[in-house]
Each structure stands twice: as structure tokens, then as C-alpha cells.
């Protein structure tokens, strides 16, 4: 039996390497050592999945709305000349989770743990990877890594994290409400007009990289009913 290192996140384990179908990061695992994931309470679910590494590493952002889900891609490629880094979004449609089962449009897949004989590993198991580090009948297993709480920037990441209502709204100032609006933008590096008022406030941010002239195809349906809501009471 060879010995064969395992990436996990950061770290580097030694266990007996097998042939299977399961990938983590870049190395392949022992399937035997891959369970269901049945929590308690399905929401335990909602996190922020990591998959892959370096440059080819990417997060799956899976968040739980009043009665559907929103799930979202993550990833990036360095700019044409190669000075920067540029990230990418692409949004999950239909999305519907049955036990630990795990239904999209784009991809299926099933929540698991994965026991490495030090920790047991929660994860989501993609069949379809969008990675393109998988072959043949190869899955991905993207592990949790943080909650939606610790994924979003800014002074308002309630407008990206869960639908809104007007009454929260209706208590907030009108600048407020244009900076919350405007910020949903400015998490996918939106360019403000040079020198605007928007443009000279997330400047100011140091979580803020404006890199995109069009963000509309990265927005989640959660955040475009909430910037109609938001825009419904501005206007108002």
C-alpha cells in the first residue's frame, strides 16, 4: 500500500493512498472514509464551501432564503496582463436540498464528512465540478470552511446574506439606504462614476476593488429583490 500526501486546506496529511473517485483540493482520497452528513437541523448546511486550491480554488457560497435556497460560485483568473487578479460569480438556479442530497440546474451533489483519521471533515460533494480538476467518474468534496456571517464585506451585509423587509428599511436614513444599495455592487468590484460620491466612499474601504463595469449577470435573485426593495423605499 503506498503512502500518499493529502491537502487539506493548508495542511499536509500521510495516509495510505487508494484508488478512488474522491477529490480534495488537489489529491485524491479514500472514498471508504467518506460518510453522509445528516445534521440535525438543515441549516447547518448554510456555510461557505471551499473547493480546490491556489489558483485553481474557488468557494461555493450556499445560503438559505424564507423558502428557496441561493447558491453561488466563486472563482477568479488573472487579468490579461497578468497584474491582477479577477474574480468571478456564477449563480446556482433551482436549487433543492432533500436530506443530504443535493439538486441544481448546473450540478448535483451530496453533503459528507470526511474522517481523515485526526478530524472528521464536513463538506459538499459535487458530481459535476465546476473546477475541471475531476476525470472520468472523479467527485469533488469542497470542505466548510466559515458561516455566511464571516463571508460579506461591509456596513450592511444583511442585503446580500437574507431578504430584507420595510420595515428595517423604513428606519434607515436615505444615505444609508443608497450606500447599502450601492454596496451589494461594490462587493463584486463594481466601477463607480470617478470622483461620485459612491466612487470616493468604498475608495475608502479597504475590502473594495473596483474591477468590473457590468456586475448585473453576478447578482443573486436574493440581492436584486432586495435593490428593488431598497430603491422602492428611496424613492418613497
Not at 25 to 54: M, R
Not at 127 to 144: F, M, P
Not at 166 to 180: A, S
Request: charged share 25%.
Amino acid at each position: 500500500m503506498k503512502i500518499k500526501e493529502i491537502l487539506i486546506g493548508s495542511t499536509f496529511i500521510l495516509i495510505p493512498f487508494l484508488v478512488t473517485g474522491q477529490i480534495i483540493g488537489f489529491e485524491k482520497i479514500d472514498s471508504k472514509n467518506v460518510t453522509s452528513w445528516n445534521p440535525k437541523f438543515t441549516l447547518e448546511y448554510q456555510c461557505v464551501y471551499h473547493f480546490g486550491d491556489s489558483e485553481m480554488e474557488s468557494n461555493f457560497i450556499l445560503i438559505f432564503g424564507l423558502d428557496k435556497y441561493y447558491g453561488q460560485i466563486k472563482s477568479g483568473t488573472w487579468s490579461e496582463d497578468g497584474k491582477s487578479w479577477i474574480w468571478t460569480y456564477e449563480n446556482l438556479s433551482n436549487i433543492r436540498i432533500d436530506k443530504n442530497k443535493f439538486y441544481s440546474d448546473q450540478t448535483n451533489g451530496e453533503f459528507v464528512i470526511y474522517d481523515n483519521g485526526q478530524e472528521k471533515i464536513k463538506g459538499l460533494k459535487i458530481y459535476n465540478s465546476w473546477s475541471g480538476l475531476t476525470e472520468n467518474e472523479e467527485y469533488e468534496i469542497g470542505t466548510k470552511s466559515y458561516p455566511i456571517d464571516d463571508y460579506y464585506n461591509g456596513k450592511f451585509p444583511q442585503a446580500s446574506k437574507r431578504i430584507l423587509s420595510i420595515d428595517e428599511l423604513l428606519k434607515m436614513t436615505k444615505r444609508d439606504l443608497n450606500i447599502m444599495r450601492n454596496e451589494i455592487f461594490a462587493r463584486y468590484g463594481y466601477k463607480f462614476k470617478s470622483g461620485g460620491e459612491m466612487d470616493n466612499y468604498f475608495k475608502n474601504q479597504d475590502w473594495y476593488s473596483g474591477q468590473n463595469d457590468n456586475i448585473n449577470d453576478f447578482l443573486t435573485e436574493l440581492e436584486k429583490e432586495n435593490i428593488k426593495l431598497i430603491q422602492q423605499i428611496e424613492n418613497e
